[in-house]
Structures are given as structure tokens and as C-alpha cells.
């Protein structure tokens, strides 16, 4: 009997109809039809490496993306040029050294030829002792090492015609760059250890001049762009408009702002460099992420984001990742200034600050601050992530929650584990007809009391994410069972719109931690993954989750 035909649908309808299913399983349909080949090639080479050279995902990229037929299937691409750039410069400096030696040899050469038609006269022997045994013809070594100090005569020195392996590296990666010609996102890093390296690397115009070649070829189709990269080199990696390249679809960029050296004047580099570059996508950025690893006064730069001329008038995202030093050394002026120019349209806000040690701002006076009062009428998603601040910041950080209470979707709490009173003061400022439905947080406790709470204020809630220190009660008690599954097989939330909860594991022995997850899926039938299982995997499962 012959096979059944696949059925002639458009090439969108097997797209839609793939994305349900591993790639495992999609390579087994690579003989159904032309369609659904494409589709299981895009997805294998979708996302290449290239970094360190010894990198098992480096030699498999350098060896098959050569291939345009493969490199233009790449639609994410992650380069990490640091090694290549070492290797590079060391490469070059090997062969100075050796055409130096090389011109060395040649010369003294030309020294013994030229003197070899001359006759050194000897020295008169001294009475009882034997005449030094001179050659006739050949002046003596220290002589010549002398004479190889003189200047060069006129000639050109001969070399190997063969290119190094690290040059033939370097040409791979030129073909990959300028065969990459659908790339959708790239993400650049080069740590500031090889900051010299990139900015000298041989090999013609050196590793800068892969992306010049990179943005020939894939500028039309990049919506992506993630520069880890130090302020020093940005200009040698980002295009320039008078080079005539242009990223027509750029969407999102992402910048590390960091300095390879501390006589650098990251300011200027803002102004100069950055700066004129979010300019000319200012019409098509949706999303703008800015990791400042250092004490950096950011707010002349931000302030001028917001000025006509550079505001982003599609900006519906915006990361602000940054040190805070004190109440009084860390400018939020210009973040003011950046917030109140692109509110209107603001769906996404994300907000990383890391504190020192030794100063802390108390929470009234951190969130009193005129930036977190501002209105922001259309927020969806809000992350708020306070890298070593103390617990009492989880109280400041209520009221301005509260503001986006009636429109967030989702809701991300990191840094800080909060005691259970907090959680329900939280809780409490969204009503029942609250949009949130995914919350990602971490608590002090964990137990049956935190869900029905849960459940209770947030029904319409469908993705949780909970990190916890200690559970309570605890999963068990010696000489008295586990509380923990004895409590919560007295509570069942047949309503609650809960599918998909995420936690870390439960702290207890295999039989014990296995009546827990029992009773924990017993008391939630409508959650269709625990911990990335099904719920029968999830009890049955021996691995630590």
C-alpha cells in the first residue's frame, strides 16, 4: 500500500504546525515533503557559536557555516571574537620576530661575501707561544654581531607565501560574516581582557573588519543587536551610516556599558559614539537594555534620549541595569527625564540596581523619588530586581507596584525574600479582576497558608514562579509524619486558573519529598506542568525537583 501524500498546505500552516514539536521529532519528517525539509534545516542551524577556537560548537560552526547554502539559514548568531583576536596578534608578532631573524641571516651573509675577496692580515706570533688559529677569509663572530647592528642594507627579505592556521581562521569567519545573509540577531562579546587584542589584531584590516563585512550582508534583515563589548571598541563594531549601511528592521539592542580602561571618559564615548547610533533608529527600536557595571553618571546620557531628536517614539521596553552607591551619588534625574518622554507608549519595565555594602537607601526615600511616581498608563510587564538591598525594601517597593495594579500582566520580584506578611500586603492591592497572570517572586516561606492566599487574591493568575527558604510546615517531623502533606491534602483550588507552577525543590527525603508533590498536585488540579513535568512525571520522578 502506498504512503499517504502530505497534504499541499501553505508553507506558514507547517510552520504553525512545527513549532509544536522537538526538533527531534522534526527530523524524522525531513522525507514528507519540500516544506517541511526547509523548515527542519532552518531549525538546525538557527543559532551558531563562534568563541574560543578549541570550543567544540566553534570548530563545528567554522566547518559547516563555509557553506552559503547553510549560513544563510543562521538566524541567531553569538560571536565571541576575544580568542581569535589574541591569536591573531600573536600570530603577527611570531612573524615579525621571524622575518627580523630571517633578514638578520641574509645580512651577515652578505657581510661574508662581501669581505670574502679581502685579506685579514695575522697577528705577529710572540716568542714560545702558537699563532691563533684565524680563518683567512671570514671576519670574527663578535665582529659580525657587531655589524648586524648597522643599518639595513637595501634588499627585500623573502617569506613563506603559506598563511597561518590563524589566518585561515580568520578568512573562514570572513566567508561565515558575509554569508549570514538572513541573520535576525546577533550577540557580540568581548570581555575587557582582550580589549587590546581587538583593537590591534592583524589579518589585513583585523577582526573589526568582519563586522564591516557582516554589515553588508545581513544589515537589511538584523532585529536584534547585544553588544557586551567595552566603550572603547564600540566604534569599531557598530555601523556607521556613512559607510551606507543602514539596519532597516532593528528592534531591540542591547548595550553593556563598561570600561576596558579607567582613563576612559565613558561620557564622551555615550555622546560620540552611542548616542548618534540610537539616533538613527530612533523610528525603529521597540526595545533598549543598558548594564552599567560601573559607577557611571548616566543621566546626562538618558536625559538626552528624551530630548526630540533621539526619542524613540516605538520604545516599548526599556532594562536599566546599574550600581547604587548612595541616595546621593546615584543620579536618577535623567532617568525621570527618559520615563516621562516614552510613558505613553511603555508596556515593559525592568529595573536592576545593585547596591554596595555600606550604603543603603531606606525604602521611603528610594521609592519617593520622582521617577517612581510617574505614570505609566499602559504597563504590562514590571521587573523589579534589588541586588543586595535588605528585606525592608520589599515595603517600599509595594505602593509603586500598586500604581500599575489594574494593567499588569506580569510581575517579576528578584533579590530579596519576602516574609509573609509582605506577600499579602502585596496581594491585597490587586483586586479580582487584576490582570496579572504570571508572578515570579521569592518568599521567606512556602506552604498551604501562601497558596490559598494566592488563590484568594490573584484567581485569574496562570504562571507561578516561586523561590523559598524554608517550608512551612515543614515536610516532615520525626515521630509526627510530614504537616507539610497533611495540611495541604485538606485544601483543593478546583477554580483557580493555575497551569504552569515553577519552585525550587522541596527539601526532604525521596519517600517524603514524593507525598508532598502528591498532595501539592492533589490540592492543584488544574496545573497541567510542575517544574517542567507532567503531573504524573512529577511524582513519580526521583530527580531532585
Not at 560620540?272 to 533608529?281: A, Q
Not at 525594601?393 to 510581575?411: D, E, K
Request: glycine residues 4%; neutral net charge; charged residues 20%.
Amino acid at each position: 500500500m502506498p504512503p499517504t501524500p502530505t497534504p499541499d498546505l501553505p508553507y506558514d500552516i507547517w510552520l504553525h504546525i512545527t513549532s509544536f514539536l522537538p526538533l527531534s521529532q522534526l527530523k524524522t519528517l525531513y522525507p514528507a515533503n519540500s516544506a517541511l525539509l526547509e523548515i527542519a534545516l532552518d531549525a538546525r542551524y538557527r543559532t551558531e557559536f563562534i568563541g574560543p577556537l578549541a570550543h567544540p560548537d566553534t570548530k563545528r560552526a567554522l566547518a559547516r557555516l563555509t557553506d552559503p547554502f547553510v549560513a544563510r539559514r543562521v538566524r541567531t548568531f553569538i560571536f565571541k571574537p576575544g580568542d581569535l583576536c589574541r591569536l591573531l596578534q600573536e600570530s603577527k608578532y611570531e612573524e615579525s620576530k621571524s622575518e627580523e631573524s630571517k633578514f638578520e641571516e641574509q645580512y651577515e651573509r652578505k657581510l661574508v661575501d662581501a669581505f670574502s675577496g679581502m685579506r685579514i692580515s695575522q697577528p705577529s706570533a710572540r716568542p714560545h707561544t702558537r699563532p691563533r688559529n684565524h680563518t683567512s677569509n671570514i671576519p670574527p663572530p663578535h665582529f659580525l654581531s657587531l655589524c648586524t647592528c648597522s643599518p639595513a642594507l637595501p634588499t627585500t627579505p623573502t617569506s613563506d607565501t603559506t598563511p597561518s592556521p590563524h589566518l585561515k581562521t580568520y578568512k573562514r569567519v570572513m566567508s561565515i560574516m558575509r554569508g549570514m545573509a538572513g541573520l535576525a540577531e546577533l550577540h557580540v562579546e568581548i570581555s575587557c581582557k582582550d580589549y587590546w587584542y581587538f583593537t590591534n589584531s592583524g589579518a589585513d584590516a583585523g577582526v573589526p573588519a568582519l563586522f564591516a563585512a557582516g554589515w553588508q550582508a545581513f544589515g537589511r534583515s538584523l532585529r536584534v543587536l547585544e553588544l557586551r563589548v567595552p566603550l572603547e571598541d564600540l566604534a569599531l563594531v557598530l555601523p556607521l551610516p556613512e559607510d551606507g549601511v543602514v539596519l532597516e528592521c532593528l528592534e531591540k539592542v542591547s548595550l553593556s556599558i563598561i570600561r576596558a580602561s579607567l582613563t576612559t571618559n565613558e561620557e564622551i564615548v555615550l555622546r560620540s559614539t552611542v548616542l548618534p547610533f540610537l539616533r538613527t533608529y530612533r523610528n525603529t527600536l521597540r526595545s533598549l537594555a543598558l548594564d552599567v557595571q560601573e559607577h557611571t553618571n548616566l543621566s546626562p546620557f538618558l536625559s538626552s534620549l528624551a530630548l526630540p531628536p533621539t526619542r524613540m517614539r516605538f520604545l516599548s521596553s526599556f532594562f536599566l541595569a546599574r550600581p547604587f552607591i548612595s541616595t546621593e551619588q546615584t543620579d536618577f534625574s535623567g532617568l525621570h527625564a527618559f520615563l516621562l518622554a516614552h510613558n505613553e507608549h511603555l508596556t515593559s519595565l525592568s529595573l536592576k540596581m545593585n547596591a554596595t555594602f555600606t550604603h543603603h537607601a531606606t525604602p521611603e526615600v528610594f521609592f519617593s523619588h520622582q521617577s517612581f511616581a510617574l505614570a505609566l498608563p499602559i504597563l504590562q510587564h514590571l521587573s523589579i530586581h534589588l541586588a543586595h538591598f535588605p528585606s525592608g525594601h520589599a515595603g517600599g517597593i509595594i505602593p509603586y507596584i500598586h500604581q500599575f495594579a489594574q494593567t499588569l500582566v506580569s510581575l517579576t520580584l528578584q533579590g530579596q525574600f519576602w516574609p509573609d506578611h509582605r506577600v499579602l500586603a502585596l496581594l491585597e492591592g490587586f483586586g479580582l479582576d487584576s490582570r496579572l497572570r504570571d508572578l515570579r517572586m521569592a518568599v521567606a516561606t512556602f506552604g498551604p497558608a501562601l497558596l490559598s492566599a494566592l488563590a484568594e487574591h490573584l484567581p485569574a493568575l496562570e504562571i507561578l514562579d516561586l523561590d523559598f527558604k524554608e517550608i512551612s510546615p515543614p515536610c516532615y517531623i520525626p515521630g509526627f509524619g510530614s504537616p507539610f502533606s497533611l495540611l495541604l491534602s485538606q485544601l483543593s483550588f478546583p477554580d483557580w486558573r493555575l497551569h504552569k507552577l515553577e519552585m525550587k525543590p522541596l527539601d526532604a527525603t525521596d519517600s517524603i519529598r514524593k507525598l508532598c508533590k502528591a498532595a501539592l498536585v492533589n490540592a492543584l488540579p488544574g496545573v497541567l506542568l510542575f517544574c517542567g513535568r507532567n503531573r504524573e512525571e512529577y511524582v513519580s520522578t526521583t530527580d531532585l525537583i
